[in-house]
């Protein structure tokens, strides 16, 4: 595998439910990414990683947790979801943190609450 | 970060040259101009970045205004692959954190016409 990748791609779950997204970046990157893209809304960014460290933070709902066990890898722990959490979900990784580097994008992870 | 204006759409001809406009007229000196694309139902993909001068990679180039007032990204010639949203983006170097809120405008939509 290359790039940034994202598991599950699709994904469907009740108010109620608790369920994990992971992401992986085989590119030897130190800084990873959580995105969401509502539909017809801009990208916002909700959490920022450094060498496993979170170093952002946008004022994201407690019902959305963030992990990052190591540089490669990246979950987002969900759970008491409301439909409006309903999205895409994007990872990314760059270099390091800052400007000067670009992100590369997982696929996303389509996610329905119901 | 600085704002970007992008035209909501453009059209191109297949195998035709494209440039796409970015004003930026409120950049700081430390803010690189970064260009993404998203295809329907994918992440945003990485195309180029530059600080002043112009930049050449496989996928395109970018022409950065003396002043860095604006730029252009070329592509050279266009596919029908290339039909997407481009968007254009400041990032602050020197903001290590903030710098990461990659935030995408709502772009210009791309029609490659075969």
């Known amino acids: 595998e290359t790039g940034v990748t994202q598991t599950p791609r699709h994904l469907v779950m009740g108010m109620t439910n608790k369920k994990s997204l992971k992401c992986e970046q085989h590119l030897g990157h130190n800084a990873m990414y959580w995105y969401k893209q509502s539909a017809k809304k801009p990208l916002e960014l909700m959490f920022v990683y450094s060498l496993e460290e979170r170093v952002e933070n946008n004022s994201v709902p407690s019902r959305f947790s963030p992990e990052c066990p190591n540089s490669s890898h990246l979950f987002l722990h969900l759970h008491t979801l409301q439909p409006e959490d309903s999205a895409l979900y994007l990872c990314a990784s760059s270099q390091e943190v800052g400007g000067s580097y670009e992100q590369y994008f997982g696929p996303g992870t389509r996610l329905t609450v119901t | 970060d600085a704002k970007t204006t992008q035209p909501n759409s453009m059209e191109s001809n297949e195998e035709e040259p494209v440039h796409l406009p970015c004003n930026h007229s409120?950049?700081?000196?430390?803010?690189?101009i970064h260009w993404y694309r998203q295809l329907p139902s994918q992440g945003p993909e990485y195309v180029i970045h530059g600080l002043t001068s112009n930049v050449n990679n496989r996928m395109a180039s970018l022409a950065i205004a003396e002043d860095r007032k604006s730029s252009t990204l070329i592509l050279h010639r266009a596919t029908l692959r290339d039909a997407a949203v481009y968007y254009c983006i400041l990032r602050d170097r020197s903001d290590w954190a903030g710098a990461n809120n990659l935030f995408f405008g709502t772009g210009t939509r791309l029609t490659v016409i075969p």
């Open positions: 409120t950049i700081s000196g430390t803010d690189y």
